[in-house]
Nanobody, 124 residues
Framework: QVQLVESGGGLVQAGGSLRLSCKAS????????VGWFRQAPGKEREFVAV????????SYADSGKGRFTISRDNAKNTVYLQMDSLKPEDTAVYYC?????????????????WGQGTQVTVSS
């Protein structure tokens, strides 16, 4: 099991940037792939981005391609989501999640551990 704590959310104007952080408790953090998901009011939780255990492999939802960048620092047990050119439709609670599968992908059920989420609000 691994505990995850997100931070870095907030209120930003459209076109602005935020960097979310996901701090993990696991001593063997490099054994876990990590993904970011988001959930807007009244909508299902949706995939945003995922990074492999080593950080070499990444994948993004179409909504974030070219604007979002996922990265990790295994020495700090932290995964980041850099979000640029933010849009009002990016407004949601953002969650990080971890799993031990070789490749986690986009499915919520592939992830075993979830953080509590951090609110991102983008004003127009």
């Amino acid at each position: 099991q691994v505990q995850l704590v997100e931070s870095g959310g907030g209120l930003v104007q459209a076109g602005g940037s935020l960097r979310l952080s996901c701090k993990a408790s696991a001593r063997t953090f490099s054994n876990y792939g990590v993904g970011w998901f988001r959930q807007a009011p009244g909508k299902e939780r949706e995939f945003v981005a995922v990074i492999s255990r080593s950080g070499v492999g990444t994948s993004y939802a179409d909504s974030g391609k070219g604007r979002f960048t996922i990265s990790r620092d295994n020495a700090k047990n932290t995964v980041y989501l850099q979000m640029d050119s933010l849009k009002p439709e990016d407004t949601a609670v953002y969650y990080c999640a971890a799993g031990s599968r070789l490749w986690l992908g986009v499915r919520v059920n592939n992830y075993d551990n979830w953080g509590q989420g951090t609110q991102v609000t983008v004003s127009s």
